[in-house]
């Protein structure tokens, strides 16, 4: 196990055991939002590259403007 990541169950390890359910329930939803999140933007892998030249095309016809940031 890394370092940072032992430190960190040893010190959550000291908290009630209720505290130690609700970190640990949140830790779990955060590791399966990260897998639901890679999954669905591999998932989009060709639909973005779809409207990435969907852009490109769109900006080599001269039907673009440039971004003002300042503007907005």
Do not use: C, N, Y
């Not at 055991?17 to 939002?33: H, M, N």
């Amino acid at each position: 196990m890394a370092k940072l990541l032992d430190e960190a169950f040893s010190e959550a390890s000291k908290l009630p055991e209720s505290e130690q359910e609700v970190l640990a329930a949140w830790i779990l939803e955060e590791l399966a939002s990260e897998r639901r999140w890679s999954k669905a933007f591999a998932d989009s892998a060709d639909a973005l590259a779809g409207l990435a030249d969907e852009a490109l095309a769109e900006h080599r016809a001269q039907r673009t403007r440039r971004l003002k940031p300042d503007r907005l």
